[in-house]
């Protein structure tokens, strides 16, 4: 599986630098500071354009595919389309007292405009450790997902609306990195500052038999009327 290629270049967070944060209640300068998601999107399995994988970047520390506004496509379920979160990885900077022990990314999808109380729970994604660097005598780890947890369905119990009214769905994106010390432990985020990371997309249903039947008839009804 192909990955976000992210910098290695060491990025210190101290409580809220470039899209990171630590839990309130600790200083520490070691942080999560790349993040990086695969979206796999299928408008419709009915066209001649094949599913795609997109690497992106979220936290635009790299000069990679940064995470758009929006996907920019309509998806249509009844024709066998889909999307899905297809991978995900990160990079953790330790400092010499620290030691990142996991990262996990945390991701939910709403109709766009609901409100925040009323949002779905975030679920989780676990990252594996892959391997580590130190050039500048501190630890640089690098975490990825491979065959575990493998992909997720973010379409699962989403509704596409009416023909004249599709819905647009916000995917919502996180991460945290859990640390150790000798005195304890914290947790250091990469969130956007505390906005999190969104992108949309648009779920867009076939025309239903009956509603086909409908508008024949009205169709039909109307080229009477013109010969008539």
Do not use: H
Not at 27 to 50: F, I, K, N
Not at 91 to 100: L, M
Not at 102 to 130: C, D, I, K, M
Request: some cysteine; proline content about 4%; overall charge positive.
């Amino acid at each position: 599986m192909a990955l976000v290629r992210l910098s290695k270049t060491k990025v210190v967070c101290m409580l809220l630098v470039a899209g990171c944060s630590i839990s309130p209640s600790q200083s520490r300068a070691s942080a999560l500071y790349a993040l990086g998601v695969g979206l796999t999107v299928d408008a419709s399995t009915s066209d001649a354009v094949a599913a795609t994988t997109t690497y992106y970047d979220l936290d635009g520390t790299t000069n990679t595919r940064f995470l758009p506004a929006s996907l920019g496509v309509s998806i249509n379920t009844d024709q066998g389309g889909s999307l899905l979160l297809s991978g995900a990885n990160g990079k953790t900077w330790q400092a010499p007292a620290d030691n990142a022990q996991s990262v996990t990314l945390f991701y939910r999808v709403f109709e766009t405009g609901t409100a925040n109380a009323s949002r779905p729970t975030f679920s989780s994604y676990n990252l594996l450790y892959q391997n580590q660097w130190n050039p500048d005598g501190n630890i640089n780890k690098y975490w990825a997902s491979t065959s575990s947890p493998g992909t997720v369905n973010l379409l699962t119990g989403l509704s596409p609306g009416a023909i004249a009214t599709p819905k647009n769905y916000t995917i919502e994106f996180y991460g945290s990195s859990f640390m150790t010390y000798s005195g304890g432990s914290f947790t250091a985020f990469d969130n956007n500052a505390g906005n999190n990371y969104t992108t949309s997309f648009q779920l867009v249903p076939e025309p239903s038999t009956a509603g086909l039947l409908a508008f024949s008839i009205v169709g039909a009804f109307a080229l009477r009327r013109r010969r008539a």
